[in-house]
T-cell receptor, first 111, second 112 residues
Framework: RKEVEQDPGPFNVPEGATVAFNCTYS??????FFWYRQDCRKEPKLLMS???SGNEDGRFTAQLNRASQYISLLIRDSKLSDSATYLC????????????FGSGTRLLVRP | NAGVTQTPKFRVLKTGQSMTLLCAQD?????MYWYRQDPGMGLRLIHY???????AKGEVPDGYNVSRLKKQNFLLGLESAAPSQTSVYFC???????????FGPGTRLTVT
């Protein structure tokens, strides 16, 4: 079983739609949580960190449920430019601070 | 600031050949990482370094070696390439005070 699991998609939505992605993680020792965005054939880039209290950045809202060990990302009013792969990432607090990446959820926003 | 750079961008090797991938960062970051990304697998950590002169194994270290002789550079070596090492390789770095990792543009390697 993968340590971080995501639905690979693709999620195909029209512009203006609201779309939500979920991710589950298996290691209860995970302490930090992130969503990264990766465009086709490009490097991953940090989209936002995820906190237990939930956090919002413009049209993006991230939530963490530690008890159920899942993380979510909500995108409102989807834009064509949101088309990308969204990577769920968890980190453990050790000397290396390694990140564990999910395999990603692909989003396609159509006109 | 160039950020994180990787050379080369593309390479085709024959089985058994060797090569070195270079990662350079100009952000004075302490930590550096090498990942490989394969379809459906996500990014997997090969080796990492927490400072100049130190390296450690990640999740999939077999067939690779690394060196961090200078703080700004992290080299990944393949001594005898195998087709299973066909992948996209990403380097990343971060400061010890932040969790965010900054990635290079990647190297696409094909081993035939």
């Amino acid at each position: 079983r993968k340590e971080v699991e995501q639905d690979p998609g693709p999620f195909n939505v029209p512009e203006g739609a609201t779309v939500a992605f979920n991710c589950t993680y298996s290691n209860s020792a995970s302490q930090s949580f992130f969503w990264y965005r990766q465009d086709c054939r490009k490097e991953p880039k940090l989209l936002m960190s995820v906190y237990s209290s939930g956090n919002e950045d413009g049209r993006f809202t991230a939530q963490l449920n530690r008890a159920s060990q899942y993380i979510s990302l909500l995108i409102r009013d989807s834009k064509l430019s949101d088309s990308a792969t969204y990577l769920c990432v968890v980190g453990r607090m050790d000397s290396s601070y390694k990140l564990i990446f999910g395999s990603g959820t692909r989003l396609l926003v159509r006109p | 600031n160039a950020g994180v750079t990787q050379t080369p961008k593309f390479r085709v090797l024959k089985t058994g050949q060797s090569m070195t991938l270079l990662c350079a960062q100009d952000m004075n970051h302490e930590y550096m990482y090498w990942y490989r990304q394969d379809p459906g697998m996500g990014l997997r950590l090969i080796h990492y370094s927490v400072g100049e002169g130190t390296t450690a194994k990640g999740e999939v270290p077999d067939g690779y070696n690394v060196s961090r002789l200078k703080k700004q550079n992290f080299l990944l070596g393949l001594e005898s390439a195998a087709p299973s090492q066909t992948s996209v390789y990403f380097c990343a770095s971060r400061t010890k005070n932040s969790y965010e990792q900054y990635f290079g543009p990647g190297t696409r390697l094909t081993v035939t």
